[in-house]
Structures are given as structure tokens and as C-alpha cells.
DNA sequence: ACACTGACCACTG
DNA sequence: CCAGTGGCCAGTG
């Protein structure tokens, strides 16, 4: 990161997904970690957010933690920093959860492979 | 160069 | 059902 020139890896790849989040909707880390490489790895998009919470080009607002939470908000400038920014793009947020979150989701998996990440309960 | 930490998640017991 | 633990990648002391 301080050098001029980033070199590919998961921080940029995390912060190209999370760019990728369609205004209104929201997204995980778990998710965008999932799809890069394994849910395993989701601690390291949270840490991709921060690095790139300078970025504006990234909205980390839209990541949320795998129940909807806005886990990151003490991250932000402001602790209503992330709430704000989601009231403003028609995301309603109550009580630090996002509402509706299952409809919301927008899950990279799914959206750019197709391949649906959750089988359905046997 | 080693050890620890971090906006998390899933699996075990 | 609740608690505990491992694991992923990169950065910092």
C-alpha cells in the first residue's frame, strides 16, 4: 500500500468486488471472501475495506458481517457514518442490522458465477 | 525474521 | 443450543 504500485492479491480483488455492489444492495464479507477464495479469508476483506476507507470508490458501507450487522461501522469516520450512507441509497438500517438483508444481499457468487453457494437444506 | 493481530465464518464438541 | 477453536492473507511491532 505505500508503495505507488499495489500488487495483485486479495486486498484488491476484495475492494474490486466490493465496488462491484450494486447501489441499494449489500454484501458480506464472508461472501466476497468465499468468492475470491474461502469464507475463511473474510477477515482479511474487512481489513481490504479499511485500507481502502481513504478510497470513495469503495463502498465499504455495503459490506456488512454474515447477519446484516454493520460490524464496521467504528471504522468509519463517524459511527453513523455507514448508516447514513446505506439511509441514503433507499437501504433501511434498524438498530445497527439491515432490513430485509436476505432481499439486499447481493452475494458474488451468485451474481457474477451463477452457481448458487448455499444448497438448500437437506 | 518471528509472533501477533484483525470490520469474520464455519465446523466441532 | 452454546462455547470453543482453527483458518484464511497481509501488515505491524
Given at each position: 500500500?505505500s ?5 495483485d ?44 476507507s481513504?478510497d ?40 445497527g ?8 444481499f ?17
Open positions: 500500500m508503495k505507488s504500485k499495489q500488487k492479491g486479495f486486498f484488491k480483488d476484495a475492494q474490486d468486488v466490493a465496488r462491484l455492489i450494486p447501489k441499494g444492495r449489500v454484501s458480506t464479507y464472508g461472501a466476497i471472501a468465499n468468492y475470491l477464495s474461502s469464507a475463511k479469508a473474510a477477515r482479511m476483506v474487512g481489513w481490504a475495506m479499511n485500507a481502502a481513504n470513495a470508490s469503495v463502498p465499504a458501507h455495503r459490506v456488512v458481517n454474515r447477519i446484516g450487522m454493520l460490524s464496521g461501522k467504528n471504522h468509519f469516520e463517524t459511527l453513523s457514518r455507514m448508516e447514513e450512507l446505506l439511509l441514503k441509497e433507499d437501504t433501511k438500517v434498524k438498530d442490522q439491515i432490513v430485509d438483508f436476505e432481499k439486499l447481493w452475494d458474488p457468487i451468485l451474481e457474477l458465477t451463477g452457481v448458487d453457494p448455499y444448497p438448500k437444506k437437506s
